[in-house]
Structures are given as C-alpha cells and as structure tokens.
C-alpha cells in the first residue's frame, strides 16, 4: 500500500471456515476468524491469533489520526479521506469566531476560524496555502462533524 | 453511617468509583440518568436509579434548584459530586448544609475558602507556604491583567477562579496577547464552571507538576498521602501522571518537605476530607503552592494503588465521620510505583477531542492492571462531555516494571470507531527521556511526541477492521 | 529473553496468568487445546494456539512424549508447567533438560530433592529445620505404614509422595483405618500424579497452615517473600487464604524466624526459581517443615498483592537467567491485608464437587478486587479437572478493609447453572472467630460453618431465576 | 413459601415493558427488566436494580444447596427436586465401591457406595434409614449426573 494515497480499495470475499479473502492491488490476503468463550479472534496464519474488536456495523474506519469512509457494493471496502485542503469538521461544535472570509488569502498553519466543541475553543488552522472558497459556516453556526465548512484552493 | 442514602451528581468513571465505595461500605448508592444520556453506564454500579430531568448539563448536573429538589423527593442523606460539575461550588455545599444533607467533601468553609484561587493564596500565604507571584485576588478587567502582567513580568497566565483540570486556563507572553485571550478564557470558565471570574499569575518555565494528596477526618486528623507528579500535559491538561514523583525520586527530605508543607495548607483551612495541594517546582527543586482541589482528583487511582489506601471509600467515611481505615501517619506508606495514561477521545496528532461511537471495546492485560472507565461497545461520546473515557493504571514494584506492564497493556487496549490518543501514549512510553522520567510540563510542546505517532496503520491493520465489520454476523455467544 | 517461544502446558485461570507475565515481558504465549477442550478460555491471552491431541489428562497434560513432540514441531524454547500436572515431575523437568528446552520452574535437582517429601525431609533436618516425625522415605506397603503408625503414635497422615493440593491425603486415627485407606490413596496419587508412592507422618490436631513463599534465581541469590496462612481448608484442600497470617500478627520475630527458615530450606537445595516452604504451626507457634512445593502455587496472588512483587513474571525471568525486578530483601515489605477465597464448582453444604455448564456469569466489584478465574457464560466444569474455576482476591490496608471488600464482592459475584461454594464463602467470612482471625485447619470441622448456609433462597430469588431464562430473547447487545 | 417444600410453582406471564408477573399462592408479584450497555437488570419496584446474570436456556435452577428441574408448559415454572430417599448423582463420576446390595438395611449418614468424580473418591452416604430397593449400578460403572443410582425406602 502506497504510505501516501488517501484513498485505497481492498477486495475481500467470504470463503468457507469463517475465512476473509482480500486483494489488494494484485495480493491475495487470508484472514481466519474463530469466536472462543463468546469473544472473536483473527489470525493471519492459522497460528497466532488476535482479538477482535469489532461489534456492530461500522461505516468508517478510524485510523491513528485520520478516518475512513467505507464504501460497499460497486466499490468494495474502498476507503477515502478529505485532503489537506478541506477544512472539515472533526467533531460537532459551535463557529465561535471566524478570522477570513471567502477569498482571503491564507497561509498554511494559519488560524482561519475558532470552533468550541467539549468545553473547548479549539483554533483550526489552514492546512495548505491557497485562498478561501466555498466557505458555508458563519460565527455562531453549530455545524456536525464531518461537515465541509470551507476549501482552500490553490490558486496560484 | 451503613444504609444512608447517597446521591452520586456525575457520570463516567468516578461515578462508578463512588459507587462501588458506596456499595463497598455499606450505603446505598444511587446514580442518575439525564435526557442526554438515557442508559448511561455508571447505572451498572448503583443499587437505585433516578431521573435527573434535562438534556444540557446546565440543566442538569449543574441545576442545583432542580439536584435539590430531587434530593427531598429521594429521600437522600448525602451527595457526592464526584470531580468537576458542582463539586468545587460554594453555593451547592452550604444549599446541602442548610437543608442537613452530608456533602461528601470538605465543609463548607474550606471549599470557600480553597475553591476560590485567589483566597487560598493568601491561606497559603498565611501559612508560610510559599506562592507564585500572581494578583491577589479576582481580576475584573482585561485593564488591570495587563497592568499585574506588567507588574510580575511576562509571561502571566489567565486562570479562571473557579476552574481546574486546565480548563479555563491560557498562557500569555506578552500584554497583546492577555488582550487578545482574556474574553475567550472568562467564556470558556462561564461555560464550563457557570462562573466567569478571573486570575493572572506568573507563568514559570519548564516547571513540574506535583501535587500532594490530603485525607482528612472531621476530628482534625489530617494526613498526606503523598505526592503525584502530573506534568506530562497537553494544552494543561494532564494526560500522564506517576507516584511517586520520578523528579522528587529518592530525596526523602523534599518528599517530606512537600508533604507536610500540604498538609500545612489543609490544616489552615480545617481540611475534613479528600484534597489536593497542586504545586509547581521548578528545577531547582523550590516549590510554590497553586492551588487546592477540595473534591477527588481524577488521577487518585495512583495514589490508592502506591500506598493501598482507598482515597474514596475513606472520603465517605470522613463525610459520614467515621474513623479512617488508619489512625497514624507512619500507617501509611509507598510501595512501589503507579502511573495512569488517561485514554481519551480525541485525534493522537492534533489532540483535538473527536467524539463519536465506540463499535469495538476489548481488552487483553498483563497482571497490575487496573482500567476505570466508562466504555462499552455502542457507546457514544458527545460534544457535552470531556473527551476523557478511561483511565489505564499500572502498579508495579518499581517505575520500571510499572511502564512495562502498561506499555503491554496499551497493546491489549482496543478501541474500535473512534480516534483515540492511545497511539501517543504508546510513543510517549518507548520515548527516552520519558523512559528515564526526565521531563516537565514543557514535555509534549518540546519533546513532541505526536509528530512521531505512525500517520497510518499498515494495510493488515485495515484488513482486520474491514474483517470486524464483514465478520459482524458470525454470532457467537457475545 | 526477548522473543522466547514459551509453551503453556496447563490450562485455566492459571495458564491465563502464565500468559499474561509472557506477554507483559515480550516472550511469545503459545496455549494448547485439547480434544477435550477444543476451545478453552486461557487462550484468550496465548498469542499462539496449538493442538494437544488426546482427550484424558494422561493423554494430553500429563503425556511427557506428546509434549516433548510438540515442543520439536513448534520450536518452543522454554515450558511453563503451571500447579499441577507436571510442575512437580521430575522425568519432566530431566526430559526437557536433556533437550535444553527451558524449564520454568527449579533445576532438576531441586525438583528431585524438593519434589520428593521423603528427600526433602532429610534435606530439611540436614538443614537445621524440625520437621514433624515420620517415615524417612516412600512406605512400600500397608504393613510397613502400620508399623510406622505404631512407632511415632497414631493420628498418622498418609500422602502421596508425588501429591500437593490435599490430594492423595489422607488422616487415619487408628491401625485398621490405616488398612482400610492405604489402597485406595495409592490409587487417587495414581490417577492424579501418575506416581503411587505414600509417605506416612505424624498428624498434629489443630495446627496451623503457614507457608513461605520463595523467590530465588540463578545466581544464588534467595529471597523470601513473606508468609500465607492457609489454615481454612475442607477436606486438607485449601479453600480461604491471607497474607500476612493472622496467626503471626503483629509478631515480627516469628514472622523473620519462619521466613529465614524457609531460606534456608530453599538454599540447601540450590533453589533458583519461584518455590513455597510449608510448615505446619502448632498453637505453641513452633512449626515444623512439611514439604517444599517446587512450582507457583495457586495462592501466590495474595503474596502479590500484599508485596508489589509479581511472582510469575520474576520466575519466568529467573528461569531464562535474568535479573530479578528487585535487588535485596529489604525491597520487600508488607503493605496491608490481602485474602483470597477459591470459587469451586461444589455443593456449598456437602462441599462434593458439582460439575454442570455454567449459564450466566457477571461481576460487580468495589474496588481492590481481582478475579482470576477462566468462567465464561456457557463454560462447562467437566469431572476431568479440578472444581476449583476461580480465585476471588481482595487487597485492603489491613484485614478488616480486606475483608469488608472480598464480602462486598461475594455479593456481586454471580454464577448461574452450576452451584458454587460462595454461599459457604458468605457464612465464613460473617462468622465470628474467623473475622477475629481465629482459626486453625479444623475449623470447618469444628465451626461448621457449611450447617449455616441458608437451605434455600427465597422465592424472589427464584423469580429472578426464571426472569433470566424467560428473559433471554430479549437481546440487548450482549 | 413454604420453606419446607420440595416442589413448588410460579405462573409466570410476560407484560409489556419487559414485565414478568409472577403469581405464586394466589400473590402476585411483578419483575421488570431492562438492558442498559449490554448488560441486563431487573428490579421488582423500578427503583432498585440488579444485576441479572444469566445467559443462555438453563432447564436447571441451581438454588444455594439443591438443584430443580423447571417444567414448561402445564405447570409453567413449576420446580421438583428429589427426596432425602433418593440416592441421585451429583455429578458425573464411577462407582469405585458398593458397600451394600439391593435389600440391606442402612442408616441414615451409613457410607453406602464411593463414587470417583473430579479426581476424588467421595463417600455417598445414606440420607435417611431403610432398605435398599432399585439397586440400578455396579462396582466399575460410569454414571451421569442426575442418575438415581439405588433408592432408600421406609419399611418398617
């Protein structure tokens, strides 16, 4: 898998003995699932086994620091995340203060807007250079996670 | 005091904590339920449930109208507040004094007194202990922080009277930025502690957090149970605390020093109960006194665990005024060493909070592990609450095999649906000078840990989630 | 040590903990299963699962070939053998020897001399230490037995040579209840330990049960690590235990007398693993050497507990030549109380095991708990193994905080389908000459505390019985 | 209840909202149960609530010292357990030795057979005086629990 892609897709199929197939960019992977004294484990080679997590049907992925959409059907388990240029909620919260507006110029690391959420004033800074488009959110808007309150374009 | 009546007003861990003293001692626990959080999972460890009408926690854990109405209704003898909400709130303390409900905390004149910053300076000041330059009392005005700034030198910090748990709380290095902070800071304390006052302070440099435990009777019995070092913080929160202090190590004079310099706090203002005298220590080992929390810290567990004494059972006990389960200062002693990572909700990069719903829950651990929390799979963790949602603790017989049993730990700590700050942990723990237990509050700002947690799982990691969710119908017996 | 493949030739609450210390310093747990037990709950912690095949205990945990081919096939470099099972055999311990395959447990010659209670009776005198009149080696036979009796003065106990846990035990008043025993011991030390051997000693009415746990590695170095007393016992198994012995109390000369006593048991036989020195205790407080138990033993959680000293992990470091986590004896200290009740699936007033599938299972504990056990709903006690399914510890600053949360505990432990001998665990711990500490191994003969447990619940606790079975479409998450 | 029954019977009837109503003795009694994170509670006043520990069909109620069979169906609930008389294994196990045949006279507490079973040799006793009728096992022979081995009847 390529460290830097945002977006890949894992090819899985169901095979008999509780077995999960995946193919990854050409790679076929088996993954065994057994369930002992209620709890689910996994194992990659049928000798060391792990504990699965998992209860209840998810639709995104959450890594280390980024989350996944899972996307089923035409494309399966493919996954996707926003780029550096989408300010895009982490969390639901409250726009306490808005510091540019649509067609400002700002700099990477830069503080474009204060949003509370938990009892905190959070500061979310630009992620890129570019000038600001397509901004959707006004100070004292509550907006729910995942929501794209602007873009950052490159315009240059 | 067995068969009284206790209402726990919280939620989360500590409600379970209390809980499980109360139950431990004989009482009657009784948690609440909110519109918010209809099947909370605190309810697991209290014999009776009630409803606590309202959604927001202004209309609910902090409604002391509506908490003292459900009191009369319930028939309650005693509350306890847990930490946070109403526990450090003058006004909740004397509504119970004045109706002859127990409080489960210090009387109402310490919480007065300590609750309010800048009085307990002067308590401290008064007691010969010394404190961190700072104004005297309650600023009013961005005008007069930025006149005491100018006065004590930069940097200042803006602190909210009521506030704790870093909450409320900004460092400024110059008067432009006391400008810019103080209206943020005075919205964050009214929001968060309903009371919007301020303090400024001198801010200190690379200074560490230690904190001293206090257990105290209503027979003037006051105890320390020695000190916790709580410097590893992230925007002055603390997310890593160990007891003992590895900074203090085997300087027995400054342990003792610290000590009884805590309870030398405590005794100026009649301390009746569980506290905290929160210092700062700069690297000259010279100390200042901050602050006292008069309610139960969230990382008591570590203190319980070194020196075997149940801070919550023995805080009801002071309440109710039963004698403690020790009679001398010599009956307490530090065996080992004990350190608590707080697992919260929130992105291990940016530490943002980053609520959602918790699919997966198991845990794996070594022997010596304790874990408080409040998870279970199908839990959600809202914008409402704080992003803590569990506290992993190890004691082990030294710090070395404390942090090997909790590095282990961490590995068997599985968390599925939601960002949690368990890959910083993990660097912060195989990272060197933490190893060695040289660090300060300045730790994650300049040791950086977050910029070396990994950016993505490897693909097998993926393949074992996609395999948790496509697996979900296999059944078993859970 | 790092890496080490380690197979776990046990199963249950004990082959859980071995894995636990495995994976706490980075060896790789592998568990087995058998044809017997084709998904059994300890491998919930083996990072690697391998099959034993075979059905019987002979065919499986005691199979010395069997094991010694897997070890081949799966590349294992060192055995943990648990309590029980082979843990004390010395063909064993020689075989994996002979192969260099790590033993974690004594050298083979300690095992020969310690595991041999003729041998290590002679080995004890030669030490300096009393032990209680007998026979000086294995007694071949019925007439040799009585003529023993008749030498030292009836009550005599007969023991298998190779036995532990009470097993292969049994008292005999008299010349006739001698020949009416002998046959049927040697056939209980057969099928439990595969060797039929009996000694016979003298049987001292009474006594106290107090044992020393040690700690040594391969340096010579030996420590102690305290004492249990373990005096309440049915049928000579153990069934309650503490640490420190209530019997010793406050005496500390007795207490540093039987430690250095046990020290120097272990040292004359080179010991350098984790090992318990058993003496028996008269009124009088002069105790005798009994035998020396040369494997962890099910009660070492309660010297854990009480010491900060992780028993298991510093055995399996002993064993692989490492440094043991603490240097002197004077790094271990007693902090507080601990006591551990062992849950049997048994008939609480008959004390007859009682197998059957256990239904349901939950726990509410208050604080300073730790279960270790291998109970899971569905979980069937077959008659092939050992009633006993789990251990309830609890860790207090002294007794009586100790055994106000393992009572609390009791109440929260929940076991459907199947009876247990909680009900008796209740009667004992309200009981008055035990909550004073007053008691010596007759005690549930004289005490009898099983006549008071209540005959039947009431009715309402039917009701919740039959709630549970027609409830169970209910669903819910679990 | 009678304290001294061996046999008794719970109607049982399930009301909406998770209620059970129990009649016993012409009384009834309401149980109500609700699941909050996973884990199931009852209380018998919606005030005060419990823990309700079990999972799974059990047709076994196991009280603190006896066992009861439930019986569905036309006597819903109703709970049976055997007499003093009845000579009933309590577990899986071999009979190692029998001290008596069919017709001896024994007396209560006399030890009657030994029975092997979780590794130990366990002296079954008489529960009450009489003769020994039904004799249904021999010396070597492996039995279930539950297996009524030899009945003591009164004769005299």
Known sequence: ???????????????????LEFTSEGKKTQLQVKVLAGKKYYSFDGIAWKKLAALGVNEVLVSNSETFKVYRGYKPSGLHKGGAGALITQMPGKVVKLFKKEGDTVAKGETVLILEAMKMENEIKAGADGVLRNVSVKEGQAVEAGFLMMEIQDEK | MKGKRV??????????????????????????????ETEPPHLEFCQEWVHLEGA??????LDIPKIMKLIETHKIDGVHPGYGFLSENREF???LADKGITFIGPNPTAVYKMGDKAISKQVAKEAGVPVVPGSTGEVGSVEEAVKIGNEIGYPILLKAVAGGGGKGMRPCANESEVKDNFAAVQREALSSFGYAALLVEKYILNPHHIEVQILADKNGNIFHV????????????????????????????????????AVRCARAVGYDSAGTVEFIMGEDKKFYFLEMNTRIQVEHPITEEVTGVDLVANMIKAAFGEPLD??????IRIQGHAIEL???????????????KIVGFETTFPQGIRFDHCIYPGFTI??????????????GLNREVALRKVRNALEGLLIDGIKTNIPLHKVILDEESFRKGHYSTAYIEKVRPQDRVPPKEDIKAFMVKVASIEMNNLGGEA
């Open chain 1, 1 to 19: 898998m390529n460290q830097e892609m945002d977006e890949f897709f894992l090819d899985v199929e169901l095979r008999p003995g509780k077995v």
């Open chain 2, 326 to 331: 020790f009679k001398a200062q010599e009956d």
């Open chain 2, 93 to 95: 303390s004397q509504a």
């Open chain 2, 382 to 395: 809202t914008p409402d609450f704080d992003p803590m949602i569990g506290k992993l603790i190890a004691k």
């Open chain 2, 7 to 36: 209402l726990i007003i919280n939620r989360g861990e500590i409600a379970i904590r209390v809980a499980k003293a109360l139950n431990e001692l004989g009482l009657v626990s009784i948690g609440v339920w909110t519109d918010n």
């Open chain 2, 342 to 356: 707080r697992i919260c909700a929130e992105d291990p990069v940016t530490m943002l909070p980053a609520p959602g």
């Open chain 2, 56 to 61: 927001s926690n202004r209309d609910t854990y």
């Open chain 2, 226 to 261: 020695f000190e916790r070092e709580c410097s590893i913080q992230r925007r002055h929160q603390k997310i890593i605390e160990e007891a003992p202090s590895p900074f203090i190590g085997t300087d027995e004079a400054l342990r003792k020093d610290i000590c009884e310099t």
